[in-house]
């Protein structure tokens, strides 16, 4: 089954894990699927000897994110095989290599659009290319230099520039995988840092321009960012990064419904001003 136990002991260790306490007493359900979360997480974990061993690493760390997520059984097999399909798995093992914390923000954004997307009732295939689509948002920052990446001051407008071009190499790098639903995928890759309001790139999309998938990265991509420790600042509470998000749709640029459920499933609420 596994050529590398060490992997197996640590798959095995993050899916038996106690996962954090449900925040919602509405999410009953999903507690109710951990356990055979962690049967399906081994089973697909004991077909990926064929894998390199840096592969299977990353392959591993994904389906223990997709378990300790919100996401259902059914979400958590139609994510990976959408990401095996397209042959994604390479990639972000690339990305893990390149810069290790740009991967666990994916992973950790990943998490984050699961609780939103549950909380809209977002439909299973959707939710799966959702989740697919939140880890591999930034795969375009594999073509920035990690020095750039890793700079502990703001940016020039130059070095920003740079970065604001993520999106569109991202889009371009896996806009030739035929796979069902990966237009989805290539939706939120291409799209996440754009605005309601126009003010977002590459493209400057405003309202109904943008799909709510896009919309729902966007919230976590955020949200998640905000509560990572940064090299130019320490990460935030939940509370703080929960008010920056409330003040941002407020202005125009996140989709209030948005989030309203990320709110609701982690319990946070604006306090009255």
Known sequence: MFND???AERLSHHVSGQARPDVDASSAD????????????LEIASTLSGMTFPE???A??????????????CTLKATFNELMA????PLLTALRHHCACTFRHALHTMKVVTIIARRLGIERQEHASICAGALLHDIGKLSIPIGLLRLARKLKPAEMEKIRQHPEIGYEAISDRRVFGWNAVLDIVRHHHERLDGTGYPLGLMGNQISLRARCVSVADMFSALTENR???????AENAFRILSDTAEAGKLDHQVVGALGSGLGLAVAPS
């Not at 090299?231 to 509470?237: D, E, K, M």
């Open 5 to 7: 136990m060490s992997s």
């Open 30 to 41: 999903h507690a109710e699927t951990s356990a055979g979360k962690r049967l399906v997480a």
């Open 56 to 58: 299977r690493r990353t």
């Open 231 to 237: 090299p130019y600042r320490a990460a935030l509470t």
């Open 86 to 89: 397209a042959k994604a798995i």
């Open 60 to 73: 591993l760390l994904i389906l223990s994110g997709l378990v300790r997520s919100e996401c259902d059984i």
